[in-house]
């Protein structure tokens, strides 16, 4: 039996869809079997990213529908084997789907895979509540804004609503420079306000804009910055021990982010 | 009396909502009654029993229009109707500052921004209170963390109700009627700190004063 994983956020824009994308290469980079669902059903994007838009026959609401058996509509990932994408809808709508449907499918393809990844809709509506209705566990994921970080608090509110309890967070976005001067929420004030337990934070990178344009994820290109912190993220879902960025208390939070992401003094 | 110059509040008392009838002229007591409950709906939750407690003697009929009034906007007169007119709302208002009881909810999480806490007594939170969350109590709020929601304490306009926490870097504080926001420069609260009305404004100082 895989595990069921939530990746939202409540905001948009934060990053959802590029850690879903991140995240799952990572896994399958690691020998993983992982399908990602999206499960934004009428603004699809997760195809886009991972660059297998022209592939797509059938979609999820075909196999809520019955239009098609769930393997048909299974996108095998063009670069790793054991990573497939459950692609939404475009021409529907988030009703188009129940939450006790997107159950059943959570608990169909967990018996096939190791990890299943749905790539929550922005918002607390409908689309919300279909992507959280089968997961295990949530992955939150925040930027270092004040809106973002409100937003992520709702979210964890509705969550232990659902009885999903302890999701963990990603900080997305971060940018050293402006945290140290100030100008930017810095780690542990998020920490502060969430009391959540800390995934992972990935800097800002230019990078992620050239791979979503590409379609290829970050994570396979070991020259970004990014790359590095997602896959320390996926090692960590995996129950390794890596140490968290922000845990290595000596020389205050720059010290710690310079070590680890070589970033020189000054 | 619940407040100064207010001729009908409402009041929390150990967990008890309590109506105070501060006046001598009935029909308009109820008007107030009216409007003050229609600002407030859907504050009290639906089948609140209200204890009377009135400065003039009612007559039954009085009190059947009173009834009728609460009714309307879901509350119940509650039978004992045999309070002691006058004074009888302050004599334990003095005392009950000092080890007074009360029947408090206690909510051991954190209340997250579009939660929502009403509670006719004290409202008790094991947790922060953080943005976009509100606390709303009859009584006192007491906050084992930071308060950086809004806490509405003394919402039936208790004016000696109190919100204290750990921190309090509130979003906007209420007590009874009034209303405080947060400085636009926050300056580093220390301690325990306490948010009560004094000379008529929203003042926050230290728990041990």
Partial sequence: MGEVI?????????????????????FALMGKKVVLIDADIGL?????????????????????????RLKQ???RDKRYETLYLLPAAQTRDKNAVSPDQMQKLCKDLAQDFDYVLIDCPAGIEQGFKNAIAGADRAVIVTTPEVSAVR?????????????????????????????????????DDIIEILAVDLLGIIPEDEYIVISTNRGEP???????????????IVRRMMGENVPLMSMEAESGFFGRLKKIFGFKEG | MAAKGEDVAFKGVNGEVQLVLNTDDFAAALERLAAKLAAAEEFFPRGTPVKLTSALKLTTDEKERLAAV???????LAADGAADPGGAAEAPAAAEREGYEINALVVARTVRSGQQIVHPGSVVVIGDVNPGARVVAGRDIIILGSCRGVAHAGAYGDE??????????ATQLRIAGLIARAPDEPDKPSGIETARIRKGSVVIEPANR
């Fill in chain 1, 218 to 232: 970050a994570v396979v290109n070991p020259a970004s910055a990014a790359s590095t912190a997602y896959k320390n």
């Fill in chain 2, 160 to 169: 000696t109700a109190t919100i204290t926490a750990n921190r309090i870097v």
């Fill in chain 1, 6 to 26: 939530v990746i939202t956020s409540g905001k948009g824009g934060v990053g959802k869809t590029t850690t879903t994308a991140n995240l799952g290469t990572g």
């Fill in chain 2, 70 to 76: 609460l009714g309307e906007f879901g509350l119940a």
């Fill in chain 1, 73 to 75: 509509a299974l996108i």
């Fill in chain 1, 151 to 187: 937003d992520a608090d709702r979210i964890i509110g509705l969550l232990e609503a659902e009885g999903k309890s302890n999701p963990k967070l990603i900080v997305n976005r971060i940018r050293p420079h402006m945290v140290k001067k100030g100008d930017m929420m810095d780690i």
């Fill in chain 1, 44 to 68: 699809r994007n997760l195809d886009v990213v991972m660059g297998l838009e022209n592939r797509i026959v059938y979609d999820l609401v075909d196999v809520t529908e019955g239009n098609c």
